[in-house]
């Protein structure tokens, strides 16, 4: 019997660790979910479909019942109706229910009728309150579990007086898929990040963009450590597709400068090839640096000192 439960336990992490993630960058912060590929296949299939051909990109978030729904998925940023796909089967009463943070495909539903079950399309909710009375009808597939103040933002929002339409509609820029698993880089791992086990040891990162090109962003990397009793700094520059879980970054090393009136340009070498470091985060505060470098290989975990302001790791934790 033992074996047999710890058999269906490990069944369970293997199909968790395999469940797809999707990230949400919307004007009010980011959201990552997990979808649930067990007991909804079909409509996280539906779903993914609309994130890869680009029809989530764009579009507004124009319904919000405070406490209860923020829904999705249906109009373009420009007003227009997203372009539909034939309506899906229900994949209703599933085992998973509309409790807060949850995610829902909304359903066609005419006036003075019940929902159509099987009408889910584009549209999508999140579940701001504890709605298990619309478990009979609306398919839960996926989590939010990372978030937690941007969905409480776009809950907040101002209304228009007998309106659930916010006044300024949350819009979601675009949806990208997550690997399994991982967590996505984000411009909040902007910061210093430090190794527990040795104070001497550091990391300045930027996730950024160059100024005036559209594109994927980039990872800028400041190493400090210490060699044979002395200080040295290496840095590199890579770019990274947007919902990237990692990024390798090629590496730099440079001696002979001097700062102040002792510097001379001529007196400075670089070693451009002098290694590799792959940035990989956890969390929003924690990660592992894996380098292959002239002075040797290895991992650090790393933890974050500082955020950048206005951005939020604690509060946007999902309990």
């Known amino acids: 019997m033992r074996l047999w439960i710890l058999a269906l336990a490990f069944v369970a992490t293997s199909a968790a660790?395999?469940?797809?993630?999707?990230?949400?960058?919307?004007?009010?912060?980011?959201?990552?979910?997990?979808?649930?590929?067990t007991r909804a296949p079909n409509t996280v299939a539906n779903f993914l479909s609309y994130v890869d051909d680009g029809t989530y990109n764009n579009t507004l978030v124009d319904r919000v019942v405070r406490n209860f729904v923020v829904q999705g998925g249906g109009f373009k940023d420009s007003g227009s109706a997203v372009t539909r796909r034939a309506a899906i089967s229900s994949e209703r009463n599933n085992g998973l229910s509309n409790t807060p943070g949850t995610l829902a495909m909304a359903l066609m539903t005419p006036?003075?009728?019940?929902?159509?079950?099987?009408?889910?399309?584009?549209?999508?909710?999140?579940?701001?309150?504890?709605?298990?009375?619309?478990?009979?009808?609306?398919?839960?597939?996926?989590?939010?579990?990372?978030?937690?103040?941007?969905?409480?933002?776009?809950?907040?929002?101002?209304?228009?007086?007998?309106?659930?339409?916010?006044?300024?509609?949350?819009?979601?820029?675009?949806?990208?898929?997550?690997?399994?698993?991982?967590?996505?880089?984000?411009?909040?791992?902007?910061?210093?990040?430090?190794?527990?086990?040795?104070?001497?040891?550091?990391?300045?990162?930027?996730?950024?963009?160059?100024?005036?090109?559209?594109?994927?962003?980039?990872?800028?990397?400041?190493?400090?450590?210490?060699h044979e009793g002395r200080q040295i700094w290496m840095n590199g520059i890579a770019s990274f597709?947007?919902?990237?879980?990692?990024?390798?970054?090629?590496?730099?090393?440079?001696?002979?400068?001097q700062f102040g009136a002792a510097f001379n340009p001529s007196q400075v070498t670089t070693n451009s090839n002098w290694g590799r470091i792959t940035i990989r985060f956890t969390s929003c505060d924690a990660g592992t640096f894996t380098y292959t470098t002239a002075f040797g290989n290895g991992t650090v975990p790393v933890r974050s000192l500082t955020l950048p302001t206005n951005e939020a790791c604690a509060a946007n934790k999902v309990p």
């Open 17 to 37: 660790a395999q469940n797809t993630r999707v990230l949400m960058d919307t004007d009010r912060g980011p959201i990552l979910v997990e979808l649930d590929r």
């Open 241 to 257: 597709p947007y919902g990237a879980s990692s990024v390798e970054v090629p590496l730099q090393i440079s001696t002979g400068g």
């Open 111 to 226: 006036q003075g009728a019940p929902p159509n079950v099987n009408s889910a399309t584009t549209d999508f909710f999140f579940n701001t309150g504890t709605n298990t009375s619309l478990n009979a009808n609306f398919t839960v597939f996926g989590r939010m579990i990372f978030g937690t103040k941007t969905l409480a933002d776009m809950n907040a929002s101002p209304l228009f007086a007998n309106s659930e339409l916010p006044l300024r509609i949350p819009l979601v820029r675009r949806m990208v898929r997550v690997t399994p698993g991982e967590f996505p880089i984000l411009p909040l791992h902007t910061g210093a990040w430090f190794d527990p086990a040795n104070s001497g040891k550091g990391f300045l990162l930027e996730v950024a963009r160059i100024d005036g090109v559209e594109g994927n962003p980039q990872m800028l990397v400041a190493w400090y450590d210490f």
